[in-house]
Structures are given as C-alpha cells and as structure tokens.
C-alpha cells in the first residue's frame, strides 16, 4: 500500500514536498516513481528512484526544479518541488514496481497510491 501527503495549494514560485509511505508486507518493489495527472490531460512521468542504488531519473518538465529521494529505513519515498509553476497543477501519483522495462510509462507500475492535489497558483 503507498499512501501520499503533502499536497497542497502554492503561489508559483513556491515549494512543497510530498512524501510516499510503503507499508504492507505484499509491496515488493526495486523502484519508486511520481506520475501526475492535469486536468483534461493524461497521466505523465515525473521522477524515478531506485531503492538499492537511488539512481534517479527526471522528466525534462521538472529537471532541475523537482528532486526526487527516498529513506529507506522508513520506507518512504520524496518528491520535493521548487520553483513551481502552474503548469504543474495536476494529482500527483506515487508507484511502484518490482520489474523493468521503460521506467517512464505507468503501466509497468504495480502498485500505486491514491494521488495527492497539488495547485499552484499564478
């Protein structure tokens, strides 16, 4: 089960975090990731973090503005955005997985949380 906080309404310019917490003893997975959804449009990739490594990988919306991190003792997944922009209004979704392939597409996710509203306002 992955469960999201941190949401929330921001000026552009501001910054929030939003942290993603795996419990369950069926989660088995080697990789996390963020997916948002804005309104009227599909869902996208945003950011992808392995749990062993911490390799990261970020969509070119969010590069350099978005870091993605994770506390393995606790199990939980970061996703801290500065800088933000309307255009980043959207649910945003935490995922995980336990296979491979492309780590940009949502259906090679398993598990996913419920999504989290973040607004930014202009």
């Known amino acids: 089960q992955l469960v999201e906080l941190g949401g929330g309404l921001v000026q552009a310019g501001g910054s929030l975090r939003l942290s993603c917490a795996v419990s369950?003893?069926?989660?088995?997975?080697?990789?996390m990731a963020w997916f948002r959804q804005g309104p009227g449009k599909e869902r996208a990739f945003v950011a992808f973090?392995?749990?062993?490594?911490?390799?990261?990988y970020y969509s070119d919306h969010v590069k350099g503005r978005f870091t993605i991190s994770r506390d393995n003792a606790k199990n939980t997944v970061y996703l801290q955005m500065n800088s933000l922009k309307p255009e980043d209004t959207a649910i945003y979704y935490c995922?995980?997985?336990?296979?491979?392939?492309?780590?940009?597409?949502?259906?090679?996710?398993?598990?996913w949380g419920q999504g989290t509203q973040v607004t930014v306002s202009s």
């Open positions: 995922a995980g997985r336990s296979g491979g392939g492309i780590w940009t597409i949502a259906s090679t996710y398993s598990y």
């Open positions: 369950g003893r069926t989660f088995s997975g080697n990789a």
């Open positions: 973090i392995t749990w062993t490594t911490g390799d990261t």
